[in-house]
């Protein structure tokens, strides 16, 4: 069964300085997709940023980049240069090859001071 | 983009009556759609896989007869509650991937609202 564990509940963050969040996952499956998802306090759901199991660099997205460490299981999002903007609920998902759904980690709280 | 639009965006109800909520692709087919459900402060918990023509997937736990799906077209869901109860009052989401490669992500909806009196 896949597993998605985020241990930050809250973070705290500097504007305009580099924040890390933390996810690691469990899974038997060789193929697998990482996602990572903004929730403003409005409720929607936002897409930031995806990595597949097999891809070999880290992806990025403007100020989103993914630290992939497959060996450890580990996905952690990195947001550069934070903007007030960015206070929001960060969510690490997955998706198995073998699966059509996507489960969801339980979530950290992102809040940037200004 | 992908765009999914859900509605109501937020509904009251009374206890013992039912709601029903609907979950659209607008740009896309989605034969697959997906039922979220999310308490305050807590992560997203997959209801049940809703599949265009034939019947849902639920996850264990989650009661078949109390949350009803259909996925009657290629662009709409609906999840309705029966006999709501307060503790049924939650942050319902949908959502729908608009391509079949790995990368695709689920779009969702704005989500809904639910408290029941």
């Known amino acids: 069964a896949q597993k998605i564990t985020q241990t930050q509940p809250g973070m705290f963050v500097q504007e305009k300085e580099a924040v890390t969040l933390d996810c690691t996952y469990d899974?038997?499956?060789?193929?697998?997709?990482l996602f990572w998802y903004k929730q403003p306090s409005s409720g929607e759901m936002i897409f930031l940023i995806y990595q597949g199991s097999y891809d070999e660099q880290n992806a990025t997205e403007g100020r989103y980049s993914l630290n992939f460490q497959k060996a450890r299981k580990s996905a952690n999002l990195v947001i550069s240069a934070s903007q007030l903007g960015d206070s929001a609920m960060y969510f690490c998902a997955m998706r198995e090859a073998n699966n059509n759904d996507m489960r969801f980690g339980a979530g950290t709280r992102l809040t940037v001071k200004p | 983009g992908a765009v999914v639009s859900q509605h109501p965006s937020r509904v009251i109800c009374k206890s013992g009556t039912s709601v029903k909520i609907e979950c659209r692709s607008l740009?896309?087919?989605?034969?697959?759609m997906f039922w979220y459900r999310q308490f305050p402060k807590q992560s997203l918990m997959l209801m049940a896989t809703?599949?265009?023509?034939?019947?849902?997937?639920?996850e264990q736990g989650v009661e078949k007869d109390k949350f009803l799906i259909n996925h009657a077209s290629l662009t709409l869901s609906t999840l309705t509650v029966t006999s709501a109860h307060p503790e049924d009052s939650s942050f319902y989401i949908c959502?729908?991937?608009?391509?079949?490669?790995?990368?695709?992500?689920?779009?969702f909806g704005n989500g809904t609202r639910l408290t029941v009196t």
């Open positions: 740009d896309f087919q989605a034969t697959t």
């Open positions: 899974t038997s499956d060789q193929s697998y997709g």
């Open positions: 809703s599949n265009e023509g034939s019947k849902a997937t639920y």
């Open positions: 959502s729908a991937r608009s391509g079949v490669g790995q990368n695709s992500p689920l779009h």
